[in-house]
């Protein structure tokens, strides 16, 4: 019997997002976290079932004594959480009074920790071996979150669905990475697993589902190693990652040999050569991503906005195909910073000059400042003028167009009116030629910066806080758009 | 006669930055941040003086009519502002009815935009030579401030003095720098001056005045390039970067070729190539910095808190001498990620292992995480056995100690209490050992983010947004500590 074909198919695999009934075994305050982040998603509680060995009732939720008072033979969804020593003991115990589909292993200290939890994960193994029908994800993760689903592990995570899929061998990776997206740009979420120690279901299996998701337009990895028990589980990686048909921003850990030397205490895992995975994102159209969730976390707002945006207008989506980047600005420092920043990282800011330059001039005779590329046009960002100057430098040569401001709070209402309605003059025109506009905001932290910058986002500019954040993040998108040529 | 030993003496430059008496001419509106700026830092308004050639009273000051009517002959520093082609002309006029000591002329639009600039730049470089007691800055610069001295061209600069010197060839930046600086870092300055085309006063003589200056403890840097009027400049400038005995952050715009272009326009500077500057860092004490204003201001916070906490305890500073890192922290995935980073960086992450690490368990027997360097110590916290693992892990070895956490807020008020007792126990701790500490606060933005890292600075620890800004400044402390030695 073939698990994967059978109990992986997508179909499947959705009832682990959105189980129609949990089970939480042994549940308990310490863990209570799970059942206050069912109640926050609004998942129907007369489904979900906590059995207790000591406690009455968990946030106004009675417990069964036992697994045997569950009033139902079939669970969709069980949340185990017994000491390691009976994992063994209770997996078999469950399995054969209930009909199971999927067990989130939440019990720690096992392969990870040394060589007594290694055994136990071999033996549940087999256990699952011999229950062909139960998968099950863990141990050691925090499992599962899905909006659509109305399951989460955290109170704190968003209840609204977006399009970006996760899967973390972290779960503390996993949550901040849901927590501090959602704050910093409002991204939201398909589905979300942390995966643990993948004693059953493998990443590259994850990978294939979001493949296959129509709820997933993004998808973000963050992987540690192969495991231990599954010898082919590289190779299949490997032509699920070639295979991939969306976006996977995949972060690393245990790029270097003293990070491998601390992937073996977390997950256990197999961490592999850094010359196998060079290779591996060569030949797949797999975006590699620095082990910073910060970078993580400007990627996937880029890439998950913009997919939103030409699905919204029922387009193709459109990548950038040269790195051509027109910088506006008020400040001659800030422009010398920028356009060295910019060509270090491999962008190419043209030259304005000739005819266009005489046609910017005459449009707007400058006495200060320069329009060469950065436009530098200090005190006129309210006035017409600037858009027409703006406009009229923006044409098809230009991939990106960077406005940097940090002005706004000197202007009085009607100045900030103008210049506003300057920003989404700009961005029109920006988006009628299929380009990419980003406004950077460098005045953090402070209250009117957050003002604005909402205001911005929620009239759907792209706003980062640098220039650095802002230009890597389109050269992510460029490496898409070509690996993805290549790929087609 | 040389002006330069004569009216570029530490006494003669101590005016420029704390003027007796302050003229303003042509004093209108449009330049009312000067006055702003002048009234905020609470400059006695009676020796300020505004002469318009068109308005009454500005912010409630009366306008005098003319140069003939400012009532002293002898006047410290003039502020110029007029239009670029009557520029030479007011000069004259000036300069032959009031004894001058120091020219900010903020007129722009000279050796930066054309030819007929740069001719005007020359004439006034003629008459500052027939006039040598007379010093000149700009022009194109937006000029000085100086809390002690109670001036300042804006009125949003802080009124309180520090120990940190800006030098910067850009008035944009210069103000950045000090808002930015203010703001994420409380961060305080002893004298800043926005140079601008520099026909007079040079980047070399600003820098050894600085290091003479016993209110200045740290000088930054923003360097454009040469002036074109000044042939030997070059070489004066490298023979005072070798002899700077305090530390000089150093960021250098036009370090690309298409840089250099762009400098042009904006100081008219003669941008030098990369392979001079390679040189010029390796022979002098001279730290550089990349072209962004974040990590400026990143290691202007470390270096100046640094000193300041050596100079409150009277001891001589002490720099880092190794590269070895402790990381505490509660999650095992931001620990992978951090061991990479941090090795990524060139630091080292000694493996606790052996009898250190038998120590640290008969303390704390863990049976999830790691006490192998990262300390991941989930769920303990506001224990005090947290404390004295810390504590038993660093030990003389150890260099620097980062602390990452996000989890305050999950903490009622008696665990945060113990928590915070917990890092106050670990910087009396590491600081007995002359090393340093820093805290990682990721969960940005959010407001209990700010009270908290608040809390901290004002409690004297050392507060990071991320693992990479952290490790970059602590690097380029112990670059300058390497460099010192060397020329000591």
Known sequence: MNKLEDFGSKDFLDLLFKPKNVLIYDAKPKISFFVDGFIRQGYNLENLYLVSTKDEEILGIKCLKSVDNVPVDSIDLVILSVRRDDLVKELLNLLSRKIVKFIHIFTAGTGEFDEKGVKIEREIKEILNAYPSTRSIGPNCMGLYCPLGKIAYYSSFPTENGAVGLIFQSGDLHSKMVKFSARRYNIRFSKGVSVGNCVDIQVSEFLQYFNEDNETQVICVYFEGLPVLYKNEGRRLLEVLKNMRKPVLFMRGGRTERGQAAVLTHTGSLASKGDIWKAIFKQTPIIEVPPSLDELIDYTYLFSTHIQNYKEKNKEVEYPKFKNVLVILWSGGFGIL????????????????????????????IKIGSLCNPLDMPWIISSKVYLEVCKAAVDDTIDLVLVVTDSW?????????????????????VHSLDKIL???????????????????????FFVYRSIESAAK?????????KKRKVAL
Do not use: V
């Open 338 to 365: 920028a356009t060295d920043i910019l060509t270090e990282l491999g962008l190419n800011l043209p030259i304005i000059s000739g005819k266009k330059l005489d046609a910017l001039k005459q449009i707007y005779p």
């Open 409 to 429: 709070k000197d202007l009085d209402d009607e100045r900030f009116k103008n210049f506003y309605n300057n920003l989404l003059g700009i961005k029109e025109h």
């Open 473 to 481: 993040s389109f050269l992510k998108l460029y490496e898409y758009g």
């Open 438 to 460: 980003m406004i950077i905001l460098p005045q953090y932290p402070s209250e009117s910066r957050k003002i604005l910058s909402n205001k911005l986002k929620n009239d759907g």
